[in-house]
C-alpha cells in the first residue's frame, strides 16, 4: 500500500464519516484486500481504521454537542450508535466527559484531527533483506481464525496464547517428528484467505517435502491438523532478531514505513509466515518471509 492510497483511504473514510461503514468497505475504495488493507493501515497508523473512524466521529460529536442544540439521542444515531447508552458509553470512554456535560460550555474534550500521512527519513539505519522466490509449498498445521481487529494490538495475546495451548496440549511436537532431524523448523502461517473477511487464518506448522514422513499425514489430518498450501510467488525476507514477539511487531512496521516506500515493492494476497529454526543462528527469533511484488 503506497502512501498516496493510504492517503486515499482516509481522505474516503472522511468523507463518509457519517455512514455505516467498515474499513472492508474503505479497502475496497482503494482496491485492497480487506485483510491486507487492515495489516497496512493499522502498522503505519499505530491503530485499526475501524477505531480511526471511531475517534473521528466522536471528535465530530462532541464539537456538535457543543455548538448545535443537537440533543443526545439524535448525536447518537447520527454518529453510527446503536442506542443513546452505547454513544455515551463510548463518548465517557474517549473523553472524560458524558454528551451532556459536553454541551456545556468550559468542559474539558479530546480533539483527534484527521491523518495527514507523511515519510519522515531519519538517522541512516540498515534494513537487511533478501528477495526470494518459492513455488508451490504444503504444510501440515493446526489451524485457527483470529480477528482482523488483533492485529497491531499490543494487549491481546490470542496467537501466542494459541500458540502456548497448542504447546500444552502437546500437538506440536508429534507434528516436528514428521520431519527428519535437523529439519525440524516450525512455521507460522498467515493467510488473508478466509470464509470471513473479519477473520484471518493463523496455522502453526511443519513443511510437507521428500523429508517429511508421508505415511503418517492422513493421521494428523483426521486428528484436525490441515494441509496448507501456498502458490509459486516471490517473498521478502527479514531476518527477526530478539528474545520474544516484539522483534517482529518492529520488523512489520518497518516493512511498511522503509521496505514498502522505498523500494516499490508491494505485499501480494498470499500467504506471508514466520520460520522458527530448529538450528538458528544466535539471537534470532525467527525470519519473516512476506509475498511481494513490484508496483
Not at 75 to 99: I, L
Not at 120 to 145: C, P, T, W
Request: contains cysteine; proline residues 3%; negative net charge.
Amino acid at each position: 500500500m503506497s502512501i498516496q492510497l493510504m492517503q486515499q483511504a482516509i481522505l474516503y473514510m472522511e468523507e463518509h464519516i457519517y455512514e455505516n461503514i467498515s474499513y472492508g468497505e474503505v479497502a475496497k475504495s482503494v482496491n485492497m484486500s480487506s485483510y491486507n488493507f487492515h495489516r497496512t493501515f493499522s502498522f503505519i497508523a499505530g491503530m485499526t481504521a475501524n477505531e480511526y473512524i471511531r475517534k473521528r466521529r466522536l471528535t465530530l460529536a462532541a464539537k456538535e454537542l457543543q455548538t448545535t442544540d443537537i440533543s443526545v439521542i439524535d448525536a447518537a444515531y447520527k454518529y453510527g450508535y446503536e442506542s443513546p447508552e452505547s454513544f455515551s458509553k463510548a463518548f465517557y470512554r474517549f473523553h472524560g466527559s458524558t454528551p451532556r456535560q459536553a454541551k456545556r460550555k468550559g468542559t474539558k474534550l479530546h480533539l483527534f484531527n484527521p491523518l495527514v500521512i507523511k515519510i519522515i527519513l531519519e538517522g541512516g539505519n540498515i534494513m537487511d533483506y533478501r528477495i526470494e522466490h518459492k513455488e508451490s509449498q504444503r504444510f501440515i498445521a493446526l489451524v485457527r481464525a483470529f480477528s482482523n481487529e488483533i492485529i497491531n494490538d499490543d494487549s491481546n495475546h490470542d496467537i501466542p496464547d494459541f500458540w502456548t495451548e497448542c504447546s500444552e496440549k502437546n500437538l506440536i511436537e508429534p507434528m516436528k517428528m514428521l520431519r527428519a532431524k535437523g529439519k525440524r523448523d516450525l512455521y507460522g502461517l498467515c493467510s488473508p484467505l478466509s470464509d470471513s473477511e473479519t477473520h484471518f487464518n493463523y496455522g502453526i506448522g511443519v513443511m510437507v517435502d521428500e523429508d517429511t514422513d508421508a505415511a503418517k499425514l492422513e493421521e494428523f489430518i483426521h486428528n484436525g491438523y490441515s494441509v496448507w498450501e501456498t502458490k509459486p510467488v516471490d517473498y521478502a525476507v527479514f531476518k527477526c532478531f530478539g528474545d520474544d514477539g516484539d522483534c517482529l511487531g518492529e520488523a512489520w512496521s518497518r516493512f511498511f514505513k522503509e521496505f514498502v516506500p522505498q523500494t516499490g515493492y508491494i505485499q501480494t494476497d498470499d500467504t506471508d509466515y514466520e520460520i522458527y529454526f530448529e538450528n538458528g543462528e544466535k539471537g534470532l527469533f525467527c525470519e519473516l518471509w512476506v509475498p511481494v511484488k513490484l508496483a
